[in-house]
C-alpha cells in the first residue's frame, strides 16, 4: 500500500521559512514524479511544485524564486524548501506522486503565514 507522510508545516512569520518533507513508501521511488500543491479555505487545490524522474522542474509563478523543491531518492524523500513566505501562502499543502495514470495524495500538513 503506497503511503506519502508531509511532515514540517507550522504557522511562521510573513519573511520566514519552513521545509516540508514529504517521505514516501513506494517501490522504485526514483521512478515517480513528485510533486507538492496547495489548497487554501474556500479556493481549490492548485500546483505548486513538481519534478520529473530526470530532476526537471516546474514551479509555479507565484513561488518562482521563493520555493525550491528537492528530492532524495535512496530516502524515498521529496522536500519542498519555502523562503520569504507571505499570508496568501496559508494553506494545506499536499505531496503527490505520479506514474503513468497512477497518483497518489498524502494527507497533507497546515502552513499558516501569520504575524
Same mark, same amino acid.
Given at each position: 500500500?503506497?503511503?506519502?507522510? /508531509?511532515?514540517?508545516?507550522?504557522?511562521?512569520?510573513?519573511?520566514?521559512?519552513?521545509?516540508?518533507?514529504?517521505?514516501?513508501?513506494?517501490?522504485?521511488?526514483?521512478?515517480?514524479?513528485?510533486?507538492?500543491?496547495?489548497?487554501?479555505?474556500?479556493?481549490?487545490? /492548485?500546483?505548486?511544485?513538481?519534478?520529473?524522474?530526470?530532476?526537471?522542474?516546474?514551479?509555479?509563478?507565484?513561488?518562482?524564486?521563493?520555493?525550491?523543491?528537492?528530492?532524495?531518492?535512496?530516502?524515498?524523500?521529496?522536500?519542498?524548501?519555502?523562503?520569504?513566505?507571505?499570508? /496568501?501562502?496559508?494553506?494545506?499543502?499536499?505531496?503527490?506522486?505520479?506514474?503513468?495514470?497512477?497518483?497518489?495524495?498524502?494527507?497533507?500538513?497546515?502552513?499558516?503565514?501569520?504575524?
Amino acid at each position: 500500500q503506497v503511503q506519502l507522510v /508531509e511532515s514540517g508545516g507550522g504557522l511562521v512569520q510573513p519573511g520566514g521559512s519552513l521545509r516540508l518533507s514529504c517521505v514516501a513508501s513506494i517501490r522504485m521511488f526514483s521512478i515517480y514524479a513528485m510533486g507538492w500543491y496547495r489548497q487554501a479555505p474556500g479556493k481549490q487545490r /492548485e500546483q505548486v511544485a513538481v519534478m520529473d524522474t530526470n530532476g526537471a522542474t516546474v514551479y509555479a509563478d507565484f513561488v518562482k524564486g521563493r520555493f525550491t523543491i528537492s528530492r532524495d531518492n535512496a530516502k524515498s524523500t521529496v522536500f519542498l524548501h519555502m523562503n520569504s513566505l507571505k499570508p /496568501e501562502d496559508t494553506a494545506v499543502y499536499y505531496c503527490n506522486a505520479q506514474l503513468r495514470t497512477y497518483t497518489y495524495w498524502g494527507q497533507g500538513t497546515q502552513v499558516t503565514v501569520s504575524s
